[in-house]
C-alpha cells in the first residue's frame, strides 16, 4: 500500500464508510476521483480498512525486520574515535580492531566523511 499517497488513503476509507462498507463502491468513486489509470482493487481496500480499524492509522508499519546493529551510533562514535586518533590505519586492521566488518565499516566511513563535508559548506 506504499503507492498510496495519505489523501488517496484518507479518501478510500471515508468512501468505504459513507458507501455502507462497498468495497465496488468505493473503487468506483476512487477511480472517478484519481483516474482509471491508478489500479485500486477491493482487497487493497479491505486491507487498508482492517489496518485502519485494528491501528487507528493509514500509515504504514514499518517491518520488524533484522535490526541493523553493526551501524549503531555507538559503533559510528567509536569509528569516529579510532580514525582521530589512528588516522592511518586501514580499513581491514581498524575492522579488526573494532570488530565491525569491513563494508559496514566502509559504511560507516562514508557517512562520517559526508557529514563532514556537509559542516563544511
Known sequence: MAGYTKDQRVFIIEQYLKSNESLAGTVR???????????????????????????????????????KTSRSNGNIESVRQNVREHPGTSIRHRGQELQISRSSLQRILTKICISMLTKFK
Do not use: Q, W
Open 29 to 67: 468513486k476512487f477511480r472517478a476521483k484519481y483516474g482509471r489509470n491508478i489500479n485500486l482493487s477491493s482487497s487493497t481496500v479491505k486491507r487498508l480498512v482492517a489496518k485502519f480499524r485494528e491501528s487507528g492509522s493509514i500509515n504504514d508499519v514499518h517491518s520488524t525486520g533484522r535490526p
